[in-house]
């Protein structure tokens, strides 16, 4: 039996407290409104509103807002809420809050719609790293457009309030940092609709999605003791980490010792680093015994130059690096690079910096999060010198110069229901329109993992729309890209076992998928094409959330029959008919007999049906389409120009 030690149940008693009373004030508090509330707030149109907040106990507060005047009362502990009737679009408008001689005034609000947007990394992916960055932010004056990124936080047990936000205005000042799916959707809606849309973004780089969801929805019966037991757990790894780190480096350091007063101290061609470690490169340096580290690390690596050699310009390459570099030759900075993980660096070093005998090169390198390192082919790491090519793969001397300690609790978004209970819990009082949610990556490392991820993404969708208690609310998502090398056609597939657990949410109602199987990258987890994944979802919210009567969706399976050794598949959402992207017969299709061997399969287009048929397989009874990690053999789409939602017939694996 687990035995919580007499302060975690003293710590958890009063935390329970919290979350049954609100959220504890001091009696000497200041007037203070829900952190979702500010400036250039949207609020959600034809919903009755809250306004909630705390003040000292039990007095009266007024809300002044579009002219009309509302009263509520602070309770004992502090906590107030004011209802506010439902409002038509329109802005913008001052809100003002005031408890006995306090104030607070909110300006530039207004009524539109508000949708949340929420997952991990490609959700929270900004305009900044997408395609045509530089040409979106200059043209990304929207006053009417707003955004509101919830801080990355976690909680054991749900609270009240959140960690921090605020809302911007969309321009090219502040464009850059917003969520580029939903910045794109409101963008399209925005246009479509006439009306101020406010982009609510909860989410979090890496995130499963269990930590999405309310404990209770998970099928825990006592939440305190689970919140315990996280907590505890949480702790212990906390502690073992640093308890790694100090046996490494003795003291920790959460300064950059490479660097002072902005000078690369670490990067002199002089410098004593006979005490420096070493590390084969390219490598992460997770797998050199560095688990779980983020911060910075220096790598220096000597090369020799011949005697009497005429020097020429060189270009140093050094393939991908994980997230940041800054990279000198004998103490020259040659280059620099920015949140580029999967980017290889090539820089140009001028004769000048080099010399006959030895020569240092120094990177500095930054990871916020995740793997961090020099890594990638080794073949990518080199200095060419004229006609000369110098390998750089092999041993390095690394130190490091400065470890990130609060990123010691990362694992809270791999953590049931943590997410939850600090980045939704504290706003499902502000209404809204809808969500947009773009997540999976992390449930799709196991097969195991992304079959149970059909009934946890239901559950999530059922779960949210309760608490919000505003119904059934349109719920529009992302199914994964097509990423990582193509495989054959009966090797199994996580991922497309995930697109097909996202897919099963279409079985609740008001549900919508945008496919974009057709826009990924094969090495990269990112694609920077968050465009036409608004456009889709955009088509999605016109049809669900806006009554238009427009095509939101590529074919969808529908039916299977065989007729003399082909099989015939008719799909939704093709009566207008099909084709394919590139004018070629339709590809990604593979058949299989009852020995349950898939082989690629021959297809055509008929009207708005497919045949598919393959010589190896005389009674064919499954088919499967755009089944893979990456299919990139699939090609159709409806004359709406919209891709096909991969499937499969059987269930075998």
């Known amino acids: 039996m687990y035995t919580l030690p007499n302060l975690l149940k003293y710590r958890l008693f009063h935390l329970l407290l919290l979350v049954s009373f609100g959220f504890a004030t001091p009696l000497n508090a200041q007037l203070e409104a829900a952190k979702i509330f500010s400036d250039h707030m949207v609020l959600q149109r034809d919903q009755p509103l809250k306004i909630w907040g705390w003040a000292k106990p039990n007095k009266e507060v007024q809300l002044n807002f579009n002219g009309n005047n509302f009263n509520g009362l602070s309770g004992a502990d502090g906590y107030w809420e004011i209802s506010v009737p439902t409002q038509k679009v329109g802005g913008p408008y001052t809100l003002q809050i005031t408890s006995e001689e306090e104030k607070i005034n909110f300006t530039d609000v207004m009524i539109g719609d508000v949708w949340l947007c929420s997952g991990q990394s490609n959700m929270e992916w900004t305009v900044a790293n997408s395609n045509n960055a530089k040409t979106e932010i200059a043209n990304g004056n929207y006053p009417h457009i707003r955004h509101f990124k919830v801080p990355r936080s976690s909680s054991s047990l749900p609270e009240a309030k959140l960690a921090g936000g605020s809302w911007e205005v969309s321009s090219t000042e502040s464009v850059g940092d917003f969520t580029a799916v939903g910045y794109f959707f409101a963008r399209f809606i925005h246009k479509s609709e006439g009306v101020p849309i406010g982009l609510l973004n909860s989410s979090w780089g890496g995130s499963r999605i269990e930590p999405w969801i309310r404990a209770e929805d998970l099928g825990y019966e006592d939440p305190g003791k689970m919140a315990a037991e996280l907590e505890a757990k949480r702790s212990e790894e906390k502690a073992q980490f640093l308890k790694m780190l100090k046996s490494k480096l003795g003291e920790i350091p959460e300064q950059d010792k490479g660097m002072t007063d902005d000078q690369a101290v670490w990067a002199a061609k002089d410098l004593e680093d006979s005490d420096w470690k070493t590390m084969d490169l390219p490598a992460l340096w997770e797998q050199n015994g560095w688990e779980k580290t983020d911060g910075v690390f220096w790598f220096r690596k000597a090369i020799t130059l011949g005697k009497g050699r005429q020097m020429a310009d060189a270009t140093l390459s050094l393939g991908p690096i994980d997230d940041s570099d800054q990279t000198w030759v004998n103490g020259h900075k040659v280059g620099e690079m920015e949140q580029a993980y999967n980017k290889n660096r090539v820089y140009q070093v001028p004769s000048k910096y080099l010399k006959e005998g030895t020569n240092i090169i120094t990177v500095r390198v930054d990871d916020t999060g995740g793997g961090g390192g020099i890594y990638g082919d080794s073949k990518l790491l080199n200095l060419k010198v004229g006609d000369e090519e110098i390998s750089l793969a092999g041993s390095w001397k690394y130190k490091v110069g400065m470890v990130r300690l609060n990123n010691a609790d990362q694992s809270a978004n791999q953590q049931p229901t943590l997410l939850y209970n600090k980045m939704i819990h504290p706003i499902l009082k502000f209404p809204i329109k809808g969500v947009l949610w773009y997540q999976g990556e992390s449930n799709a490392g196991s097969q195991k993992d992304a079959s149970a991820y059909a009934d946890l993404f239901k559950t999530m969708i059922s779960s949210w729309r309760g608490l919000w208690a505003q119904g059934e609310f349109p719920f529009l998502y992302v199914q994964l890209a097509n990423f990582m090398a193509p ?167």
């Open 487 to 653: 495989k054959g056609p009966s090797e199994a597939s996580s991922w497309a076992i995930l697109r097909e657990s996202q897919t099963r949410a279409m079985e609740l109602p008001n549900t919508a998928q945008a496919v974009i199987i057709d826009i990924g990258e094969e090495n990269d987890i990112h694609p920077r094409n968050k465009q036409d994944v608004g456009y889709r979802l955009g088509l999605a919210a016109q049809k669900l959330a806006y009554g238009k009567k427009v095509i939101p969706s590529g074919p969808v399976f529908r039916e299977m029959s065989a007729d003399k050794g082909k099989l015939i598949l008719k799909f939704n959402y093709a009566d207008s008919g099909l084709k394919t992207s590139d004018g070629n017969a339709p590809g990604g299709f593979a058949i299989a007999g009852a020995d349950k061997k898939f082989v690629w399969a021959n297809a055509r287009i008929s009207g708005n049906t497919i045949e598919v048929h393959a010589s190896e397989i005389k009674e064919p009874v499954a088919v499967r389409y755009a089944w893979g990690d990456n299919p990139n053999k699939a090609n159709l789409y409806n004359e709406e120009g919209l891709p096909a939602t991969p499937f499969r017939t059987d269930q075998w694996d």
